[in-house]
């Protein structure tokens, strides 16, 4: 599989057949194509990324090293996730990199959605970068490219490499064993490697994580709110039947009155978000049942006691964009 464009002939891979001979076939083609030599992978824990660490775990083994860079604004329970998954269960040498510190002081008082985004982009190279320098004779970068990366791409949408913009001297030659794969593929070939559900049916999740979920400077105490908070609210959708395409919470950087304990206070609220949508462009709000706001609000409002106020988003795909920043 050299090439960038899907064959016409290729079969939807959506049968656990179908995924365990594409496995079997790609097992072979990464041993001819690395043979002995070492490859590095940027690990997140998201779906792309985590069944290329397990597809080559499996072709490879040890010659494959996983970086995890905990950017300090990851979910809660995530780099626990892929520290269970990745480091004990399938064996992987797995760096994990815990640089929140190095993040969040990067952040302190910057506003600008832009330039939170840049700071966290940049740094994420930086970490990355500097891990790489560290191992010897490593020869290929491995990334979780999809197919809908390529046609976006080649559309100019985007640029399709992950962690592109790697400084000149890590010259790493490409291995993307999925770049042919649509993301329901992706999951399938996962489900079928023995990663955990909730990775594979993982929710999309920005690169620059709840950091555009933090509106404005970050502050480490709205931030660990805003944590708390969404996993309630994961938690909470998680239990419906059919979940919504995306769901999540935002914790502004504005304060309203409150009470508790019979005194006034003056503490954060939080934007409950659901939503609904095929391609991302047009979005719709998913309203939610009236119990399960109820729980959520009540579950917030007591276990994170920074909070006394919760709402819910009910505006689409335009004029609101999913993410707040
Ligand atoms: P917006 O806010 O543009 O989001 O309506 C559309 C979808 O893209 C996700 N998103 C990102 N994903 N890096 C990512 O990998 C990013 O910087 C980023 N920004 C937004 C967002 O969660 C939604 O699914």
């Known amino acids: ?12 891979i959506n049968t656990p057949e179908l995924a365990q001979a594409f496995i079997a076939e790609q097992v072979k083609e990464l041993r001819k194509q690395i043979g002995s030599s070492k490859v590095l992978l940027a690990l997140s824990g998201g779906v792309d990324s985590s069944v290329v660490a397990a597809l080559l775990i499996k072709a ?14 990851l979910r809660k329970g995530e780099p626990e996730q892929v520290i269970k998954v990745f480091g004990e269960e399938l064996g992987a040498n797995l760096i994990y990199v815990d640089a929140t510190d190095r993040f969040l002081d990067k952040l302190a008082g910057v506003s600008d959605p832009e330039t939170k985004r840049k700071i966290i982009g940049k740094e994420f190279i930086d970490v990355f970068a500097e891990e790489a320098r560290k191992l010897e004779n490593i020869k290929f970068l491995a990334q979780g490219t ?12 985007k640029a399709h490499h992950n962690v592109g913009g790697l400084p000149e001297d890590l010259n790493f030659e490409l291995v993307e064993p999925v770049k042919l794969l649509y993301k329901d593929e992706v999951r399938m070939v996962g489900k079928e ?7 594979v049916y ?16 970050i502050t480490r105490d709205r931030l660990e709110a805003l944590r708390e ?12 039947p059919e979940r919504p395409w995306q769901y999540f919470c935002v914790v502004p950087d504005f304060k309203s009155t409150g009470i508790r304990d019979g005194k006034r206070t003056f503490s954060w609220l939080c934007i409950i978000r659901a939503i609904s949508t095929v391609d991302v462009v047009e979005v719709s709000p998913v309203h939610l049942p009236n119990e399960l706001i109820d729980r959520m609000v009540r579950r917030i409002t007591t276990e994170v006691p920074a909070i006394s106020r919760v709402l819910v988003d009910y505006t689409p795909k335009p004029p609101a964009t999913v993410e707040y920043e």
């Open 146 to 157: 999809i197919y809908p990366d390529i046609l976006e791409s080649v559309a100019g949408v």
């Open 229 to 240: 908070a969404d996993a309630i609210v994961r938690e909470e959708i998680e239990t419906l």
């Open 193 to 199: 490697l023995g990663l955990p559900d909730g990775m």
């Open 1 to 12: 599989m050299q090439t960038d464009v899907r064959p016409a002939e290729m079969a939807r």
């Open 202 to 217: 993982r929710q999309p999740f920005p690169g620059p994580g709840l950091g555009v979920r933090c509106p404005g400077a």
């Open 60 to 73: 490879i083994g040890k010659q494959l090293t996983c970086v995890h860079v905990n950017h300090g604004l």
